[in-house]
């Protein structure tokens, strides 16, 4: 392995494996170096939770096998966490190593953040980020017969309907007054709470300790209330890591603050994904890691993209109930909005899922405008409403 690369790419999300190939697809030479601390090849984290946590092999979720790697002429460090990156050297330490390059790019991500809970430190209390992490979670679930998941987020619920599949007793725990606040509205999110009846849900709960004696046993909430536990889940929200950009000296505000070309504060260092800010705004998706990539490296390999729009849109898929929403679905107080309710029968379904019979459609306007929807039950719809809301969205961005 060399020890000057051309290009250096600080993780392997899916923002650092969409900047390493779109660094080859525009400069064919340049030598390149992911850098990772887990231990796999760029996997769709997503499909952790979107996929059956008992019988499904997770290695599947590895996007391109090693000879694609090699095929690209992409050297990769796995297992092998940053210690330090040096603007003014451009140089980066791991492992007892140290890189030179020419242009880096920063996409570390972001890591789950744990509420200072009483209890959350102890080893029965997990949370989903990484394939260890859904190991360490088939192998508690095994013998369990009751778990507590502490946040109702779309990772929360698709966990949790996940768990019930062991046999497990799975409670559900929100502190807001609905479920999947970020993204749904009132009304969905109570027809969301209603049809779930696999597992236990409650909203609007102070959680206070993780308790047991010797091992987790039970959540307790500060009203008093008790759910048995074997162990806890938590899933609520991530906080970008920007520790290694911020002691380099790159300008950061929550995250790695970044412009429409993806640069970073210092020359040369461009970001992208979970770990990076544009205009204050970072929604830690898919998509922002996909468009936030391509910028990232076609800019560092000499081309000049400003970043695509990034898609909001969320799905959550269990076997009681499916839901979609895109877009603004009425969340900003300063805005009034008009809804339209549309209720779909798609009987070409009948028979299949009865889930999938019905759509009930949401659609939310502003001053004329659609801004976003929400979709419940069968989610046909939800490609074309995506494009549609998205369509907007560009023709105000190139104004
Ligand atoms: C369970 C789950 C379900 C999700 N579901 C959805 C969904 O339905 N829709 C959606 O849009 N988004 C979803 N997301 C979010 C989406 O997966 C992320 O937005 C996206 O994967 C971010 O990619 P990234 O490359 O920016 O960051 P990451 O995927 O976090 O990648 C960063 C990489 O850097 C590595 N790293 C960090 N620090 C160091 C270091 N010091 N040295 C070396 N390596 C380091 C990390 O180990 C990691 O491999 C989900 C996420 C999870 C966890």
Known sequence: MNNHYRYIVLGNGNAGFIAAKSIRETDPEGSI?????????????PMLTKTPLRTYDHRKT????????????????LNTAVERLDTDSKTVRCGGQEFRYDKCIYALGASNFIPPIKGSDRKEVTSIRTFDDIYSLKRMSVDAENAVVIGGGVIGLETAAELTKY??????????????????????????QNTIQSFEIYTNVAVQEIAGDGRVERVVLADGREFPADFVVVSTGVRANTGIAAEA????GRAVIIDEFARTSAPDVYACGDCCEYNGANYALWSQATEQGIAAGKNAA??????????????????????????DTGKNPELVYE???????????????????????????????????????????????????????REGVSK
């Open 33 to 45: 170096l992911i850098i990772s601390e887990e231990a796999e090849l760029t996997y769709s984290r």
């Open 62 to 77: 590895i996007l391109y096998p090693e000879s694609w790697y090699r095929e690209a002429r992409i050297d990769v460090l």
């Open 167 to 192: 046999g497990i007793q799975v409670v559900v725990l929100e502190a807001l007054p609905v479920l999947m606040p970020r993204l749904l509205d009132e009304d969905t999110a109570n027809t969301l």
């Open 302 to 327: 000499g081309d000049r993209v400003s970043m695509g729009v990034i898609d909001s849109s969320m799905t959550l898929n269990t076997d009681e109930i499916s839901i979609f929403a895109t877009g």
């Open 249 to 252: 000296g790159i300008e950061c």
């Open 339 to 393: 809804t339209e309710i549309t209720d779909n029968m798609h009987p070409e379904h009948y028979g299949v899922n009865p889930k999938y019979l019905q759509s009930y459609e949401k659609r939310f306007y502003v001053d004329g405008k659609l801004v976003g929807a929400t979709i419940i039950g069968n989610l046909t719809r939800a490609q074309g409403l995506k494009e549609e809301i998205l369509g907007i969205n």
